[in-house]
Structures are given as C-alpha cells and as structure tokens.
C-alpha cells in the first residue's frame, strides 16, 4: 500500500540502512528518497525508520486504514500503558504497527506506534523510537509534532502515543503542487525554520530534514500549518547521551537522506545546527523550482555532488520571475558548501527571508490561477574521468538507486588514472564505498557464524 502521510505508515519512501564501518566506529545509515533518477519518482512502496511516525499522525477518518487479518502482532482491542485503547489499526509496514487509539479516562483520541517484535528486538531501533519521544517532549513547539508517552505492550514490544491529525506531507504536497509561488513557500519555510530554531535552542539536532518529515495540516484558516517530527536520529549538541539513551551515530558517520544531507553529512565529518539549516534552504529550493539541487542516476553521486557541487540556480529552474535576485542568494547562502559561509543560526535564516516581500517574483499561478510550469532541469552530468594525471581508486557507478540501497550492492574497486578535480568527488566515493565493502564481510562473518552453531 503506498499513501503520502506521515501518520498513516508509508510515505513512499524506502528504508534500507546500510551499516557498516569504514575505520572504526563509523557506519554509513541512508534513508531512500523520492529520486531515484533524474527525474521526480517515487519508489516502491516500503519503510523507513521514520515514515510510519508520519503515518501516525493522521485522522482515519480520512479513510485507508488496513483491514483486519490473522496477524499474530495486531494489537486492535488491546488496551497498553493501562490507558490507550487500540481502537483500529490504520497501517502496517515493516517497522511497525500505527493504531486509532483513544484514552480510556478522558476519551482523547491520539495515534499510537508500536514497533514490530522483530524491530523491538533491536537495541537501535528502541533507542531511536525513545529517542524521539524524548526530544519532541523536551522541544515542546507548536511546530513540531508532539508525542505524549513512551511504553511496553503486552507483548513485549514498545509504543509512541502522538498527536492525531489530519493532512498529508509536505513531500506529498511538493509532488502534487510544486513550484509554488514565494507568497506560499515564505508562511511554509518560516514554520520549519521555527520548529528546528526551538530544537536547536534545546540543543536538540535533528538530522534529517526534508519534506517527508515536514506534516501539513490545517489549523484555522492556514491551510499550510507545519508540523516537523522524526526525531529518530536527534542528536544533543553537548551530549549525545539523550540522559542514557545509547547513541545511536558516532564520528565519521554518513546518515539521513542524501538530496537533503549537508556537504558535511555527506563526508561523514561532525555536524551541527548549520547542517539542519542547509537541509531547510533544500526545502524552499524544492518548493520553487519543484526539484532539489542535486539529482543523479544512485546515491553515491547524490553524496558527491552534495560534498564537492555548486547547486543549480534556482531562478534557472524556478517558473519565470518566480524567484527574485534577492529571494536566490538567500537561498545559496543556505547552501554554502562551508558552514561558516551559511547563516549561522535558524533565527538568522529566518530573519533573512521574512525581510523578503511576498509581491517579489509571483509565478504564472499566483496571478492567473494556473499552475506554472517549471523551466526544464539541467540533467544531471554524469561523472568522468578526464587527462590523466596521478593514479587514485575510482569506484564505478552504482547500479540504480532501487538497487543499490542494500548493503550487498556494491561496485568493484579499479586503479584509474583521474583528474586533480575529481579528487575531492573520489574520497566521498571511497568512503561510502569501502564502507560497505567492509559491512558485506562483517555480514558475512555473522552469518557463518550462525551456520557453524
């Protein structure tokens, strides 16, 4: 089943986590996204670690809630933390379970999470579901999605009670509706600058901002009310300890989804709140033009380009006189490949685009109530080797991102002779590449060993 909301259980996006560990304690976690090639796809229906959280949030009266079968794991009718009756299961995938609930003392209705017994037997994924619980309670916002508690069932597993709400995702709207005019994407940028600022000020990281974890909902007469959530891979700046929880990255980590990580993400090097802002400048840059700066054929060029590209323009990309001269060097600002060249704070960012009037750059649609149609995207260029110089390890490209997302698709390393100015572009491949060569053998270490037991 595939559906588009964050509170039901499938955004659309694929989970595959590739773990592993290039030198020691680092490990390579990726999120798929909806580019899969050059153009706007979504892939086949599945998880990621996140989505179903998204799923959770929304109201079942808005239909799509699974039918009942004889799964031993379904919980409907089952009462856990000794208040939360599970009313009706909305969704399932393969993290887990998102039930209609309601309290049984003062009839509130909230959507509960329980991971499925398998994902509840890993310590990761417990720390991560806690993890979020912990940082959403302590953020607090508006903005953000708010989680009530954390528990056991019956069975054993563990369960997240959030809020209830109706709407989709800002992913899902961004397929339907992108470009969109400044007038709209100004109201929408400035609540996820505020949801990450209010993080941020608790010293709370999240990681991993992008559409999918933006929840759009309707509040009064804004049709356009943000909630972010996903807090799984939330780190605390002075301590990653989350008050005992275990973490769950460490030095030298490449994690989240790669159209919205950081340069830095993408080299696996130390990040901060700088590293979420650069992810919501993406968000307004694909709410514009409809596409995000960086497109390519599998996720290692995706990584590359992130470290080592200039973004496209998105003047270039957005409808014609949709974004204005000003409006565009915020937005690379945001992108500047060095921290210290972005805004150095969400407050920042967000000051700088609030000071931008909303007449500035209106697409076709805002005046005539068409829908503009974006200018075509630049393909992206593929990666080459040109006049040979010193002799570096090159890998050859991935097969395509469906496939390439398991830890056992891996490419064979060949000695090439490549050009100085690729040599930055290399290093991120090398990385992400040996990480998984080194992964495939622990793999495969553990599984003779369960054999030869």
Request: net charge positive; glycine share 8%; aromatic share 6%.
């Amino acid at each position: 089943m595939q559906k588009n909301e964050p509170g039901t259980v499938n955004d659309g996006r694929s989970g595959a986590e590739a773990i592993a560990a290039p030198k020691p304690a680092a490990v390579v976690r990726l999120r798929d996204s909806r580019y899969e090639r050059a153009g706007k796809t979504r892939p086949p229906s599945s998880e990621t670690p996140g989505s179903e959280v998204g799923r959770a949030l929304r109201d079942p009266n808005e239909g799509g809630a699974a039918s009942p079968n004889s799964d031993p794991e379904d919980l409907t009718g089952t009462t856990v933390g000794g208040r939360y009756k599970l009313m009706r299961l909305l969704d399932r995938g393969g993290m887990g379970y998102i039930y209609y609930a309601k309290h049984t003392a003062i009839d509130k209705r909230l959507a509960i999470k329980v991971l499925s017994l398998k994902c509840a037997r890993s310590e990761n994924h417990r720390t991560r579901l806690l993890r979020e619980a912990r940082a959403c309670s302590q953020i607090a916002h508006e903005n953000v999605v708010d989680i009530l508690d954390f528990g056991q069932t019956p069975n054993g597993s563990v369960f997240i009670a959030m809020e209830l709400l109706q709407g989709e995702t800002l992913a899902a709207m961004i397929d339907r509706e992108s470009p969109i005019g400044w007038a709209r994407a100004k109201p929408i940028i400035l609540q996820v600058c505020r949801a990450l600022h209010a993080a941020h000020s608790k010293g709370i990281l999240h990681r991993d901002v992008k559409p999918d974890n933006c929840w759009r909902t309707k509040r009064g007469a804004n049709k356009d009310f943000v909630k972010v959530y996903d807090f799984g891979l939330a780190k605390l700046l002075q301590d990653d300890s989350f008050a005992g929880t275990k973490p769950i990255t460490s030095a030298g980590t490449i994690f989240g989804t790669p159209e919205y990580m950081s340069p830095e993400q993408a080299r696996g090097e130390p990040t901060d709140h700088r590293s979420d802002l650069y992810s919501a400048a993406i968000i307004l840059y694909e709410l514009l033009t409809g596409t995000v700066p960086f497109v390519a054929e599998n996720f290692i060029d995706v990584l590359a380009m992130q470290a080592t590209d200039l973004p496209r323009s998105p003047r270039k990309l957005a409808p014609e006189g949709a974004v204005s001269k000003q409006l565009e060097a915020v937005i690379l600002k945001g992108l500047a490949k060095d921290p210290k060249d972005r805004f150095q704070s969400m407050q920042e960012f967000a000051t700088a685009l609030a000071e931008l009037p909303v007449h500035e750059g209106q697409p076709l649609r805002a005046v005539t109530g068409e829908r503009a149609v974006p200018r075509q995207p630049t393909p992206p260029r593929p990666i080459s080797v040109r006049t040979p110089t010193p002799v570096e390890a090159v890998a050859e490209p991935l097969p395509s991102r469906s496939t390439a997302s398991a830890v056992g698709s891996l490419t064979r390393l060949d000695v090439v002779e490549a050009s100085p100015g690729l040599r930055a572009r290399e290093r991120v491949y090398l990385t992400v590449i040996v990480t998984q060569a080194i992964a495939l053998v622990i793999l495969a270490i553990a599984f003779a060993s369960q054999v030869l037991d």
